[in-house]
């Protein structure tokens, strides 16, 4: 007999998405919740909304305590803003590398490359779970096709990040997914390969996953309307400017997509500066006061705390409330400039519906 799987050191039994749900169930006032924040979300991205959809939190989620604490901060501010922004709370367990690094708190929960992937599936529905019973919607990055199983009935808003953008693998499983989803321009700057992963998502796919009972199956999509394009800078400049928004607005259009853009506040857009994002966000209210339709949503990256800091041999000397990945800017930061960019959109909104006419 040929030796088989000869890389392989070890295989592990994981709980089914089902058992998971049954340990961690969604109540009825929740899920109907999350229907309602998912429709809202829809109608930013489709233009039935005029609010710009603010997808603002940590880089990524690694303590639940600060995590909770961050999100009824979040829940205050997102009622405070809420006429001229829909705040949903950026959730990411998955955090995609070129070459190493932490890949997140489901595939190594106790940050310590043990990869206890089963106890970090359970703490990532815990969390939201919990996050979402607050009434703060979550917003998560898709990137094991195999994860949104254990939890995209939690989400309200997703996002394939710029590695994946390209990957046949996730444009199919966006076109199936409950939720609307942004692709991120290629790392490079490239808007194509996003434009034509939303293309592709537009469109009913078939493809091979695992259902809810652990089971090979064979899924067959509507397609998903709600994709859009998410600019987060390149390798050589930013792309949030006018001039780069109107051109990726004709590009969605000569495509005949919906022109729904988001954009990143931080990374290239920010150059990796995360206390530049405040720059990046007062061009995206200026082009929202001057008329600019197009522009649907940003993001920015937030925390209880400024920086960054790197993982600690013992855990016990973590700082709480700072980022371990991306830096982000603290929550002070986050507070002031979101309500001021509300001002500042509201006042132009006034002024436009009390202009003369010509």
Known sequence: MANVDIRIKKTEPLATPA??????????????????????????????????????????????????????????????????????????FEKPRTVLGWKGLILDPWMDGSYAIEEGISQ?????????????????????????????????????????TESQIHRNLASGLSVAVGFKNSTSGD?????????????????????????????????NECCHLILRGGDQSPNYYEDDVELARNLMVSNELNPAIMIDCSHSNSRKHYDRQKRVLRSIVDQVSWGDTSIRGFMLESNLFSGAQK????????????SVTDACIGWDETERILVHACELIRKARLEEGNALPL
């Not at 961690?24 to 998912?38: G, L, N, Y």
């Open 19 to 92: 058992e998971l749900a049954k340990k961690f169930p969604v109540d009825e006032k929740t899920a109907q919740f999350i229907s309602q924040s998912r429709q809202t979300v829809n109608d930013i991205i489709l233009g039935r909304d005029h609010r710009l959809l603010a997808i603002v939190g940590p880089c990524s989620l690694h303590d639940r305590k600060a995590a909770l604490e961050y999100a009824l901060k979040l829940k205050q501010l997102a009622k405070d803003v809420s006429g001229e922004m829909y705040i949903v709370m950026r959730a990411y």
């Open 124 to 164: 990532a529905r815990s969390l939201l779970l919990d996050i979402v019973s607050l009434g703060v919607p979550v917003g998560c990055e898709v990137l094991d096709p195999i994860i949104p199983q254990y939890i995209d009935e939690l989400m309200s808003w997703s996002s394939i990040g710029a590695r994946t």
């Open 191 to 223: 808007l194509l390969n996003a434009i034509n992963a939303i293309k592709c998502a537009y469109n009913p796919a078939s493809f091979i996953g695992m259902d809810a009972f652990g089971a090979s199956t064979i899924f067959r999509t509507t397609g």
């Open 311 to 322: 993982i600690p041999d013992d855990l016990s000397q973590l700082k709480y409330g700072v």
